[in-house]
């Protein structure tokens, strides 16, 4: 048998520490590795397969497309990405779409055109404002706008113009903000850097700080979005709207997609301003235009609530029962498991031994980010193979 391990030490650049599994099948809410162990997947391709994996809808659509037409460049009009744009401007805030490929392409973009409206409408302001403990995207100037200093030490220099500032901290942004200012940006639950809550109101105190000086609100719902957090966006969950969003992750449920959004009011992109070769290719956009309407025919985002609320109860038995668990949090189906010391990684390899797959977010933490469409039972299923993890710690 090929060991893979191996392979990936010689050929593959080294930038991650994988988990220690070589996953070749999966199927719903669960994955198969190369000696057919079954795992059940609260991982799903790190918060994206919202539909499980290789659902039917998914994989027609899918494969329907690409046995009619592949790529064609934005050069053409294509009936997938017009599709995919009318349904997200239909059942969102949000009056126009560019679809690309990634979280960071959509971020990218839209900064691109935050910074446009500031030269156009406020006087060539140009600063982005951003959170520490931020995650954006890892390209140049997302690496920039992510507020962690040991993403920005090993790049610098970085490109300019953003500006880090405390999470959850009104008063930070307002001092923050200068002539300079064109937008702020936010994650509304930092998630990749331990599911960071923000106080409730934060969003909507930061929304009014924004018509206060006219400038723009864009809400990076690359994780937090298509559901996750137990509505279709997660604006709804805050009760804000946003001037400019990013989405990704589980837009396509497992295929390559990203979109950026705006307002028509925001959206000044002129001809020339942006393009992108793959950008609204036919299969991923018909791909995610079938996983899109499913989500939303089905209230896959009710389910996430539900099911979501479920398995923060849940949690928080097994907190009850293990003193050294201190925190858990999270909304929807995005929730933390925080402990007293840097054990996330060896509660996630206790329950990749028993059959879970879950997230080390950080080092004294894990996340679950299961597919939006994993009922109880399942969630029942994941507390058992935790609870038995969990008790080989000491107490
Ligand atoms: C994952 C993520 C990104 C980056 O998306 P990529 O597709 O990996 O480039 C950006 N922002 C948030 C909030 C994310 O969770």
Redesign the pocket.
């Known amino acids: 048998m090929t060991n893979w391990q191996e392979l990936d030490k010689k050929y593959y650049m080294q930038t991650i520490v994988r988990v220690p599994v070589t996953l070749v099948r999966g199927e719903g809410a669960r994955v198969w590795d190369d000696r057919g162990k079954e795992y059940l997947d609260f991982v799903c391709g ?2 994206v397969n919202c539909l499980g994996h290789c659902h039917p809808v998914v994989v027609n659509a899918l494969t329907e497309q690409a046995q009619t037409l592949m790529q064609t460049s934005l050069w053409y009009y294509t009936t997938p990405m017009l599709r995919l744009a009318e349904l997200l401007v239909q059942n969102s805030c949000l009056d126009r779409v560019f679809i690309c490929n ?4 959509a ?1 990218e973009g839209a900064i691109k055109l935050a910074r446009r409206y500031g030269a156009l409408k406020l006087n060539g302001a140009y600063e982005v404002i951003t959170t520490n403990n931020s ?4 390209s140049l100037a ?1 690496t920039a706008a992510s507020g962690q200093v040991k993403m920005h030490e090993p790049f610098e220099p970085l490109p300019v113009g953003f500006i880090n500032v405390a999470n959850n901290d009104i008063e930070a942004v307002k001092s923050a903000t200068t002539d300079k200012t064109c937008a702020i940006m936010l ?1 509304l639950i930092q ?2 850097t331990g599911v960071n809550l923000p106080d409730n109101d934060y969003p909507k105190k930061v929304r009014e700080w924004c018509d206060q000086k006219g400038i723009l609100l864009i809400l ?1 719902e ?3 979005g298509i559901g996750r957090l137990g509505t279709l966006f997660g604006y709804q969950t805050y009760g804000v709207e946003p001037d400019i969003m ?1 989405l ?2 589980g837009l396509g449920s497992g295929i390559p997609i ?1 979109a950026f959004l705006a307002k028509e009011n925001a959206s000044v992109f002129t001809i020339g301003d942006h393009n992108a070769t793959f950008g609204g290719n036919p299969v991923t956009s018909a791909t995610s235009y079938a996983a899109l309407k499913y989500v939303i025919e089905n209230d896959i985002p009710g389910n996430a609530r539900r099911v979501g609320q479920y398995l923060v109860d849940s949690l928080n038995k097994l907190r009850e029962k293990y003193q050294f668990v201190t925190e858990v949090r999270g909304r929807g189906l995005l929730v933390a498991m925080e402990f007293d010391s840097d054990i996330g990684q060896e509660v996630l390899m206790a329950c990749l031994e028993k059959g879970l797959l879950v997230n080390r977010v950080k080092p004294n933490a894990v996340r679950f980010v299961p597919p939006l469409i994993i009922d109880n039972r399942d969630v029942d299923e994941a507390m058992e193979i935790l609870d038995k993890a969990l008790s080989t710690f000491d107490n």
């Open positions: 790190l918060a990634s979280g960071l392409e971020n995650f954006h995207g890892r997302l994650e998630a990749e990076d690359v994780q937090t990013s990704a992750k990203g």
